[in-house]
C-alpha cells in the first residue's frame, strides 16, 4: 500500500491511497466470506454453498461491500499513517475497483487547524448594574395598566396616544398604490383601520401615526409619506414620496386603570408595595440575564481577537447556510417577501459568510478549552437537554430519547453544543468583572 498525503490548504489535505492487487483480493474474498456464512442457498445448510454459487446469487450486494471494504480500509490507513484530526470528508475518488487490479482512492478532508491557544484566563467584561431605578419601576407598572386599558370614543381632537379610526387611499405621482403593488392592498387602500397618535410603534404606513394630532371624526385630510430607501415590505416604494388621502372616522381615547384592590388581584399581589417588589425582582433578574449574555458574547469576541488561523472551509459552508436559513426564516415572519431576499442574495450571502467564519472560529477555540479544561457532557446534561427541549416543544421526553437514540448523529450534534457552552460558561466563571454605569 502507497499513501501519499498533497497539501492543498491548511485546513485541506487530499490523501492518494493506492493498494496493490493481493490487498484489493483480500477484501473481496473478505465479503465474500461474510455472504456466505449467512446465505441462504436452496440444497445447502447455512455457511456450506460454495463460493462461486454465493458469488452468482449475491453477485450485485457483494460488488457494492466489496468496494465500500476497499474505500474504507484506503482511508482508514491513511489516517493511521498521516495522524490526521478529521474534522468532514469533503470528496472520495474511488477510481476503479475491481479483483486483481490496484485500486487507487482518492479521499479528500478538513481537518482540524493547528494553533497554540491563548490566555483564557481573566478575559475582560463589562456588566451594567442590576439594581433598577424607581423610573424603570413605573415604567413597568404603567406598561401592566397600558395592556388593560380601556379604550373610550372621545368627542375631540386625537392626542398623543389616542387611537384613530380611519380610512385611506394613497397614490403616488398621481398612480394609485393599490395598482403598484396589488398584492399589498394594505398600503394602498383600506375601508378602515386603526392607528396610534404619536406612537412609540410605527403603524402600517411609516409616519403616519406622526401626523394625526389634532384630527377629528369627519375629517378628511391628506398626508405625504416619504418611504424609507430599504423599505423591503414593498420594493416598488422604497424612496418613494406618496399622498394619502385621510378621512377620519372615530377618535378613542386611551383610559388606563386605577391602581386598586381589583386591579392587584389581577397581578396576583395585595397592594402597590407588593406589585413593586414583584416588578423590581423581575426586572434584577432580567438585568441579570441580559448582564450574564453579555460576558458570554464578550468571552468569546476577546478569545477570537487574540489568535488568527485557517478556519475549515466545508465547516464556513455548512454554518453558512445556517446563518442564511436563520436569517431569511426571522425575515419572513416579519413580513418581508421572497423576492426581495433573490435581490439582495449576493450581499445576504457575504454577510452570513462572514458570520460562520466567525462562529467556527469560535467553536475550534472552544473545543481546545474544553480540551484543556477535561470539560465533559455528562448524562445528566443530556438529561437537563432532553427536559428543556420536552418543555419548548411540547413532546414527551421518551420520544425524544427514542429519537436521539436512533440518531447519533444528531446526539454528537447535541453533545457538541453542550461542550460549547460549557466551555463558555466556564470563561465566564473566570473572567474579570467592570460595572458600567449607565449613559445618562
Not at 455457511?47 to 482511508?75: H, N, T
Not at 438529561?383 to 421526553?397: C, H, L, M, S, V
Amino acid at each position: 500500500m502507497n499513501i501519499q498525503l498533497n497539501h492543498v490548504s491548511d485546513t485541506r489535505k487530499s490523501i492518494v491511497v493506492t493498494l496493490d492487487p493481493s490487498e484489493v483480493d483480500a477484501e473481496q474474498q473478505a465479503v465474500i466470506a461474510e455472504f456466505s456464512k449467512g446465505a441462504q442457498i436452496p440444497g445447502f445448510r447455512p455457511g456450506k454453498a460454495p463460493a462461486a454459487l454465493v458469488i452468482k446469487r449475491y453477485a450485485k450486494d457483494i460488488a457494492g461491500e466489496f468496494k465500500q471494504k476497499v474505500v474504507s480500509k484506503a482511508y482508514r490507513s491513511a489516517l493511521e499513517k498521516e495522524k490526521l484530526e478529521v474534522l468532514n470528508i469533503v470528496n472520495v475518488e474511488e477510481g476503479t475497483i475491481e479483483p486483481g487490479l490496484a485500486a487507487a482512492v482518492t479521499v479528500t478532508v478538513d481537518i482540524r487547524p493547528e494553533f497554540t491557544l491563548p490566555d483564557y484566563v481573566g478575559l475582560p467584561t463589562e456588566i451594567a448594574s442590576t439594581e433598577p431605578t424607581e423610573a424603570e419601576v413605573d415604567n413597568v407598572i404603567e406598561g401592566l395598566r397600558s395592556e388593560k386599558a380601556d379604550f373610550k370614543a372621545a368627542d375631540r381632537a386625537a392626542q398623543k396616544g389616542d387611537y384613530v379610526k380611519l380610512a385611506y387611499e394613497g397614490t403616488v405621482d398621481g398612480q394609485a398604490i393599490a395598482e403598484l403593488a396589488p398584492d399589498k392592498q394594505i398600503y394602498g387602500s383600506v375601508p378602515q383601520t386603526w392607528e396610534e397618535v404619536e406612537g412609540a410603534q410605527e403603524g402600517v404606513i411609516p409616519g403616519l401615526g406622526l401626523q394625526l394630532a389634532g384630527v377629528k371624526a369627519g375629517d378628511t385630510k391628506d398626508v405625504a409619506i416619504t418611504f424609507p430607501a430599504d423599505f423591503a415590505a414593498v420594493p416598488a416604494l422604497a424612496g418613494k414620496s406618496a399622498n394619502y388621502a385621510l378621512t377620519i372616522q372615530e377618535i378613542r381615547e386611551r383610559v388606563l386603570p386605577e391602581l386598586n384592590e381589583e386591579f392587584f388581584k389581577a397581578q396576583q399581589v395585595d397592594n402597590l408595595d407588593s406589585l413593586k417588589s414583584s416588578v423590581l425582582n423581575n426586572l434584577k433578574m432580567r438585568k441579570d440575564y441580559e448582564n450574564k449574555s453579555a460576558q458570554r458574547q464578550q468571552v468569546t469576541a476577546a478569545l477570537a481577537a487574540k489568535v488568527d488561523f485557517a478556519v475549515p472551509q466545508s465547516l464556513v459552508d455548512s454554518e453558512t447556510q445556517g446563518v442564511l436559513r436563520q436569517f431569511i426564516e426571522e425575515n419572513m415572519r416579519r413580513g418581508i417577501p421572497q423576492e426581495q431576499f433573490e435581490k439582495d442574495k449576493k450581499e445576504l450571502f457575504a454577510g452570513a459568510q462572514k458570520a460562520a467564519t466567525q462562529r467556527v472560529k469560535v467553536q475550534l477555540i472552544l473545543a481546545k478549552v474544553a480540551e484543556a479544561e477535561k470539560i465533559q457532557v455528562s448524562e445528566r446534561d443530556i438529561d437537563n437537554f432532553i427536559y428543556r427541549e420536552a418543555n419548548r416543544t411540547g413532546q414527551k421526553p421518551e420520544k425524544l430519547v427514542k429519537e436521539l437514540t436512533n440518531n447519533r448523529d444528531q446526539l454528537r450534534a447535541i453533545q457538541q453544543n453542550i461542550i460549547f457552552d460549557k466551555a463558555v460558561d466556564f470563561l465566564v466563571s473566570k473572567a474579570t468583572v467592570s460595572t458600567v454605569q449607565p449613559k445618562a
